[in-house]
T-cell receptor, first 114, second 114 residues
Framework: DTGVSQDPRHKITKRGQNVTFRCDPISEHNRLYWYRQTLGQGPEFLTYFQNEAQLEKSRLLSDRFSAERPKGSFSTLEIQRTEQGDSAMYLC????????????FGPGTRLTVT | GNSVTQMEGPVTLSEEAFLTINCTYTATGYPSLFWYVQYPGEGLQLLLKATKADDKGSNKGFEATYRKETTSFHLEKGSVQVSDSAVYFCALRYGGGGSEKLVFGKGTKLTVNP
């Protein structure tokens, strides 16, 4: 069990560019979550998947954001036309089972939009 | 909506001091409650949890009791160590209606001096 991994760990991009992040959950975990954390704040929920189905999306997930989990394993989070307000740490977490009380977090991808 | 309010930081203590970090919540129904810890340069780790009223979660010398009557889940440790320096997040998970998301407080930074 190697834990949740995220790639890249850091991304610097210019405003208006598109970026894509990847998350690999703990193997056999059927649920995968994306959160965003800005400086001095707690993580905020963005979306979650059960297997390949996206079951819940936050209002924070504007039209410029899209997430996929095509085969129920890894997931990608894409931000189109990035804005400076998108600068944050993007966290991925995974869990297993129906009574999934424990979410295991990855190290995060830090996005800086210049 | 569901929300978590935790004690503003930063908190600075000397080694072996007693620690309390206050956390109160607002939620409909019966949420599960968590404390997560984020050590410098690392991802969020689950510290302890409680899933119903009067449950006590404990781990690594930390304890928190789910108090429904006061809607609180305060974190305590009898004798802190330098290695406890980290940011602590209180969170709730409300499973009603199928939602799996965690709702976090803003975090409390703890620094323990030798």
């Amino acid at each position: 069990d190697t834990g949740v991994s995220q790639d890249p760990r850091h991304k610097i991009t210019k405003r208006g560019q598109n970026v894509t992040f990847r998350c690999d959950p703990i193997s056999e975990h059927n649920r995968l979550y994306w959160y965003r954390q800005t400086l001095g704040q707690g993580p905020e929920f963005l979306t979650y998947f059960q297997n390949e189905a996206q079951l819940e999306k936050s209002r924070l997930l504007s039209d410029r954001f899209s997430a996929e989990r095509p085969k129920g394993s890894f997931s990608t989070l894409e931000i189109q036309r990035t804005e400076q307000g998108d600068s944050a740490m993007y966290l991925c977490a995974s869990s297993f089972g129906r009574a999934s009380y424990e979410q295991y977090f990855g190290p995060g991808t830090r996005l800086t939009v210049t | 909506g569901n929300s978590v309010t935790q004690m503003e930081g930063p908190v600075t203590l000397s080694e072996e001091a007693f620690l309390t970090i206050n956390c109160t919540y607002t939620a409909t129904g019966y949420p599960s409650l968590f404390w997560y810890v984020q050590y410098p340069g690392e991802g969020l780790q689950l510290l302890l949890k409680a899933t119903k009223a009067d449950d006590k979660g404990s781990n690594k010398g930390f304890e928190a009791t789910y108090r429904k009557e006061t809607t609180s889940f305060h974190l305590e440790k009898g004798s802190v160590q330098v290695s406890d320096s980290a940011v602590y997040f209180c969170a709730l998970r409300y499973g009603g209606g199928g939602s799996e998301k965690l709702v976090f407080g803003k975090g409390t930074k703890l620094t323990v001096n030798p």
